[in-house]
């Protein structure tokens, strides 16, 4: 059991809470057993967490292990996961988001793209963490199953144009809508009190605008979700 704030492992644990550590190290921890079974099921686990005996797990005290977490737990359950992205190649419906900063907002539209079928996701350097530990519970796991890129959003686009890719962009304006049949499409949305920044905005093909009444817009993780089931490839 490790007990000690200078144990090497619980060490490393502790600052795989910061972003920066966990790309260079490629590894995550998380928490809840909902988590834990996607990632397991995903292939991701390096290490079960627990603070009893059990199995192969590796054992961490209470008090530490309440350190890791940032929340209550009954019964704390974790684990260390690898965040390396397999690199197989894609041809599907793409979310792009553009400076994404609430992590509930990217964790609700990773759960989102994963059950309308969008598998891959292109993230603005400037998006908040996806493995930040509100978007890990809002994204209920979908995050192990999805293929997710960070690297800027112009390039990646003008290379999706050369694959046929619809580029579409969400728009508050009244502007052209995309065809049901729009596929493969790459879907912009873009951060939530800007929107789209403009050098993204004009490489678009297409516009969509989700009418509403009594209200100016909607939160970004609704319009998106909406936005994803509308575009997603029909059987």
Do not use: W
Not at 11 to 34: C, W
Not at 41 to 62: D, F, Q
Not at 193 to 198: D, N, P
């Amino acid at each position: 059991m490790i007990t000690s704030k200078q144990n090497e492992m619980y060490k490393h644990l502790l600052k795989l809470k910061k972003a920066k550590y966990r790309y260079t190290h490629q590894e995550a921890v998380i928490f809840g057993h909902d988590l834990v079974d996607e990632a397991r099921k995903a292939n991701k686990i390096i290490n079960y967490l627990s603070t009893a005996p059990h199995g192969s797990h590796l054992v961490i005290s209470r008090e530490l292990m309440d350190t890791l977490i940032d929340y209550d737990m009954k019964e704390p359950i974790g684990a260390l996961v690898s965040i390396k992205q397999d690199t197989v190649s894609y041809k599907g419906n793409i979310l792009l988001c553009d400076t994404i900063q609430d992590p509930r907002n990217l964790g609700a539209l990773i759960r989102s793209a994963h059950a309308f079928g969008f598998h891959k996701i292109i993230l603005s350097p400037e998006c908040v963490d996806p493995y930040h530990e509100l978007a890990l519970r809002a994204a209920k796991g979908s995050t192990f199953h999805l293929s997710i890129e960070v690297q800027s959003l112009t390039e990646a686009i003008l290379l999706l144009k050369k694959e046929t890719y619809h580029i579409i962009a969400s728009s508050h304006l009244p502007q052209t809508q995309p065809q049901p049949n729009a596929y493969p499409c790459a879907l912009i949305l873009g951060n939530e009190g800007h929107g789209i920044s403009k050098d993204v905005f004009d490489l678009a093909d297409a516009y969509f605008n989700i009418q509403t009444q009594g209200v100016d817009s909607l939160n970004v993780s609704v319009a998106g979700s909406i936005m994803m089931h509308q575009l997603a490839e029909k059987a």
